[in-house]
């Protein structure tokens, strides 16, 4: 069946160092894309997505790109910030209309000043 | 944007007893809220969609008269832990479709532990 592996935390860097999170996924179909960010105490909020091959999602500086053939959904970003610290979360939704998500086990990222 | 509440954001009960977890839609209306589990360090899976006015879809493996899942109104789907276990320590979260497409939006997590 269709899943998501994703790099297993936690990710401790410095203050305005590069970020990649690695995802990979299985999926019959067309599945859409999602990134999602956890801030402590709070629920699960969309970070960027991407619904078809080669399209790049983005937001707050973190990019991910759709990659088909080698089945990858990378988060990245150039200079990371405190306030980035959070679990991110790789998911996809396999479409034709349902909305039901399969998630990757998350990844704790925690930025020092 | 869009917020989703959960009630209570934790509780601790004895073995045996029934657990309530309420989900709510703020400021929306969700005829579909979904409900997940989360294990420590595992992934969040999903245990069952709750439908506005019609009978819960649970996943495989998921027992339906474990986990009760009634949504008595657009804004509102209620999950009931049955004769609680160790087990059923979990961190449940559930979540409703945005308008964007394969959107949802989370609530912020009930985290249940039973003694």
């Known amino acids: 069946g269709d899943s998501v592996t994703q790099m297993e935390g936690p990710v401790t860097l410095s203050e305005e160092a590069c970020l990649t999170i690695n995802c990979t996924y299985t999926a019959t179909g067309y599945p859409s894309l999602f990134w999602y960010v956890q801030y402590p105490g709070e629920g699960l909020q969309l970070l960027l997505k991407a619904t078809k091959a080669d399209d790049k999602g983005s937001n707050k500086g973190f990019e991910a790109t759709y990659r088909k053939e080698t089945t990858s959904f990378h988060l990245e970003k150039g200079s990371v910030q405190v306030s980035d610290s959070a679990v991110y979360f790789c998911a996809l939704s396999p479409g034709s209309g349902t909305y039901k998500y399969i998630f990757g086990t998350g990844t704790r990222l925690k930025v020092l000043a | 944007g869009a917020v989703v509440s959960q009630h209570p954001s934790w509780v601790i009960c004895k073995s045996g007893t029934s657990v309530k977890i309420e989900c709510r839609s703020l400021d929306f209306q969700a005829t579909t809220m979904f409900w997940y589990r989360q294990f420590p360090k595992q992934s969040l899976m999903l245990m069952a969609t709750?439908?506005?006015?019609?009978?819960?879809?649970?996943e495989q493996g998921v027992e339906k008269d474990k986990f009760l899942i009634n949504h008595a109104s657009l804004t509102l789907s209620t999950l009931t832990v049955t004769s609680a276990h160790p087990e059923d320590s979990s961190f449940y979260i559930c979540?409703?479709?945005?308008?964007?497409?394969?959107?949802?939006?989370f609530g912020p997590g009930t985290r249940l532990l039973v003694l």
């Open positions: 979540s409703a479709p945005g308008t964007g497409e394969g959107t949802q939006y």
């Open positions: 709750s439908n506005e006015g019609s009978k819960a879809t649970y």
